[in-house]
């Protein structure tokens, strides 16, 4: 990582004026109809990084990135007023434990192997540790199990063409499986490193994520992945919804429209404030604990065997709520 002392002059630069137009939305939001020249003394700008700053800021906003999803304003020649702030309305502020959770969170995603972007996560990390002060010197040690040696030991044994024994855990079915796989090649999709191997036990091939993969062992037989082991077409991604997969309807709020791009999407349309979102699922119960965690700003439209299901989970986590705690009697 490099130290914040070390940092170039760009990545200082952009680090800076990212903070910048975090509060700079708050700032003319209270005071609206201020001149340019004196909202740029504050920030101790030119009136001409003030103005570029103003244009950057009038494409930015909410997922969706429509008319009524970006930051608005109204510049009347050298004054400017925000018209629509896209939920930036306050400075942003982090208690310390917010600010600790953050600095765990981006050492931990530091140390994940294969992950993009790794420069722009080294300049976030020395940003929030820099305003942390002496809470970002926690002595806060982060890292993933063996993650860099776990991809270099299974690109070596993929290079020597053995086969393998291994431990996955599989979400879309929240159940963890051991099997014995023919590796083909280790590849990277979407920012995350995969395993692509014919699986015995499915009797495909198949992609593992190498960091749902628990344990692993090298084989002494060679790798044979049969003729009909086909490598995945991986150049829009890995996951490539069908007619054949159950389809999943969805209110969602604005809050929640991070989903339409996170996910493929079949069809995303307005209705009033909400987006109704339909979209291919692997399975239901994948779907049940997904929608389950996003919270209260996504209602479930279909289909009814998944409405029922949230329903009946929901209806028993309430019940342990009431329920009486027998360590307290």
Request: glycine share 8%; aromatic share 6%; net charge negative.
């Amino acid at each position: 990582m490099t130290p914040p002392q070390q940092r170039t002059p760009a990545g200082r630069a952009s680090a800076d004026r990212l903070g910048r137009l975090l509060n700079l939305v708050p700032y003319l939001l209270a005071r609206p109809g201020i001149a340019v020249a004196e909202a740029a003394a504050d920030f101790k700008i030119t009136e001409r990084q003030l103005r570029e700053d103003l244009e950057l800021l009038w494409v930015c906003g909410l997922p969706g990135y429509g008319p009524g999803d970006l930051i608005d304003m109204a510049l009347d020649g050298d004054r400017v007023t925000i018209t629509y702030d896209a939920g930036i309305d306050r400075p942003l502020r982090l208690n310390p434990d917010e600010a600790l959770a953050l600095v765990v969170a981006l050492r931990m995603l530091a140390e994940t192997p294969g992950i993009g972007s790794r420069d722009a996560i080294e300049r976030a990390l020395a940003k929030i540790e820099n305003a942390a002060g002496d809470l970002g010197d926690a002595p806060v040690a982060v890292r993933l199990p063996a993650n860099s040696e776990r991809l270099d030991a299974i690109r070596d044994i993929v290079e020597r063409r053995h086969a393998m024994r291994i431990t996955y855990y599989t979400a879309a079915r929240d159940e963890t499986t051991e099997r014995v796989v023919d590796p083909m090649r280790v590849l990277m999709v979407g920012n995350r490193a995969y395993l692509e191997a014919w699986c015995r036990r499915a009797e495909g091939t198949r992609l593992f994520r190498l960091d749902r993969i628990d344990a692993f062992t090298e084989l002494d037989e060679p790798a044979a992945p049969p003729a009909r082991a086909v490598p995945h077409d991986v150049r829009d991604g890995v996951f490539h919804p069908g007619p054949e997969l159950p389809l999943v309807t969805l209110r969602v709020g604005r809050g929640s429209r991070w989903i339409t791009e996170y996910y493929p999407c079949e069809e995303v349309r307005r209705d009033g404030d909400e987006w109704v979102v339909t979209m291919r699922v692997t399975d239901l119960g994948w779907a049940q604990r997904f929608l389950l965690g996003v919270g209260p700003d996504v209602t479930v439209v279909g289909p009814a065997a998944l409405v029922d299901q949230i329903r009946a989970q929901a209806a028993t986590a309430l019940d342990q709520y009431a329920a009486p705690d027998p360590a307290s009697a």
